[in-house]
């Protein structure tokens, strides 16, 4: 911006210089005048290739900084993407963990039914056991009662 106001004002300043030349070539001699009416094209040229040219840089700049703001919008965006993947990876393989919890603590309650109903029936055999061999060891008693004499044969029927 201040370019183009600095390059405006070159621009009148030439203007005035060439008309305050024109004034003093009409008092001169015709060929003065061309090599000044060429010297002030030329300057007018080269300020107009100057304007043109602070333009094309800023034009360029600002080229520049769009690409440049692109790129950084896309790396960004790429390592926003990264962020979410390796999220969604730490999730599925904290899901996949819970499962196997779940599955391995589903197993050993299951086991655990297993044993307790294993146990359950050992306890009943064991009093089945004891049961039997308390009737078997009171048939025994009576038997050797019974053999020595010592019990009567209403006993024997009751």
Do not use: C, F, W
Not at 45 to 72: D, F, P, V
Not at 116 to 129: M, T
């Amino acid at each position: 911006m201040r370019e183009d106001d600095a390059a405006m004002k070159a621009e009148r300043n030439a203007q005035r210089r060439m008309e305050d030349m024109h004034k003093k070539a009409n008092t001169g001699n015709s060929k003065a005048m061309k090599i000044l009416e060429d010297a002030s094209r030329t300057k007018e040229e080269s300020l107009k290739n100057a304007i043109s040219i602070n333009k094309q840089r800023e034009a360029e700049a600002h080229k520049n900084s769009s690409i440049k703001e692109m790129i950084r919008r896309q790396k960004a965006d790429a390592e926003e993407r990264r962020a979410m993947e390796q999220a969604e990876k730490r999730q599925a393989a904290r899901n996949r963990l819970i499962n196997s919890i779940l599955e391995e603590n589903a197993k050993r309650m299951d086991i655990e039914s297993k044993v307790a109903d294993l146990e359950k029936q050992e306890y009943e055999l064991i009093q089945r056991l004891q049961n039997t061999s308390n009737i078997q060891k009171q048939a025994y008693e009576d038997l050797e009662s019974a053999l020595n004499g010592n019990i009567s044969p209403e006993q024997l029927e009751a």
